[in-house]
């Protein structure tokens, strides 16, 4: 069983950076894939990023590639999301998410089988 916690959200202006952390429980952080979600009010959960389980493949979707980087510290079993120039359009509910053991990387939120509580994200224009 894997626990994640997310942090970091909160209320910022457009063009401002966010940082979001997610803590994972369990010692076999480093044996699963992580991805960061988003679900804004009425719109499907989608995924905004994903990091393999030693960090070295990364996914990122057109609408937020160049502004969203994810990294993950093993040690620390902590995954993050590094938010730059932030727009009016990424203000929704933030969700981590682990793999299964063993599943390296996914993007998909069907194969994510842990889930955060989620953080709010507000962007004002």
């Known amino acids: 069983q894997v626990q994640l916690v997310e942090s970091g959200g909160g209320l910022v202006q457009a063009g401002d950076s966010l940082r979001l952390s997610c803590a994972a429980s369990?010692?076999?952080?480093?044996?699963?894939?992580m991805g960061w979600f988003r679900q804004a009010p009425g719109k499907e959960r989608e995924a905004v990023a994903a990091?393999?389980?030693?960090?070295?493949?990364?996914y990122y979707p057109n609408s937020v590639k160049g502004r969203f980087t994810i990294s993950r510290d093993n040690a620390k079993n902590t995954v993050y999301l590094q938010m730059n120039s932030l727009k009016p359009e990424d203000t929704a509910v933030y969700y981590c998410?682990?793999?299964?053991?063993?599943?390296?990387?996914?993007?998909?939120?069907?194969?994510?089988?842990?889930w955060g509580q989620g953080t709010q994200v507000t962007v004002s224009s």
């Open positions: 369990g010692r076999t952080f480093s044996s699963y894939g």
């Open positions: 998410a682990a793999t299964s053991v063993g599943t390296e990387y996914a993007i998909t939120s069907g194969d994510y089988s842990y």
């Open positions: 990091i393999s389980s030693r960090g070295l493949i990364t």
